[in-house]
């Protein structure tokens, strides 16, 4: 499979999109840094609370493409999302990821991901932003 068949247009749109790029400033209840020390891929992920859910997302990507589309894909769906939808839609990442099939409902956007599943070695890139928002989660106390 060559690059081009990786960086498929819907990708690359919603990476140049930046949905959430910033910081939430005060607002934040939670804010992590995850590197991946194999590319140099690092994400701050910010989270803010709304009661049990989450009311807002904000992060800045230092790193791929891969890794800046996902993580404008969690800024845009996670509000309004629980701990336990956006623990499925880390997995439902991980299965596609594996080869399975893009999942129904709010996450259908990682669709865009399916290319990668053919390059284990890129897989860590969208799953980094994945993990920055299960520790905020964490830290939030989500």
Known sequence: ????????????????SATGAGTLGERADSRVTVDN??????ITL????????????????RGCILCQAAAALIAEQAPGQT??????AEDAARALLAGGV???????????????????SRHQ???????ALRRALDEAGL
Request: proline share 7%; net charge negative; aromatic share 6%.
């Open 1 to 16: 499979m060559m690059a081009e068949d990786l960086y498929q247009e819907a990708l690359l749109t919603k990476a140049r």
């Open 37 to 42: 020390p194999l590319c140099g891929d690092r």
């Open 46 to 61: 910010e989270l803010s609370r709304d009661g049990d859910r989450v009311g807002a997302i904000a992060h800045k990507v």
């Open 83 to 88: 701990r336990g939808d956006l623990i499925a």
């Open 102 to 120: 893009p999942p129904a409902g709010a996450w259908t956007g990682l669709a865009i991901f399916t290319p990668v599943a053919a390059h284990k």
């Open 125 to 131: 890139c969208v799953l980094l932003p994945f993990e």
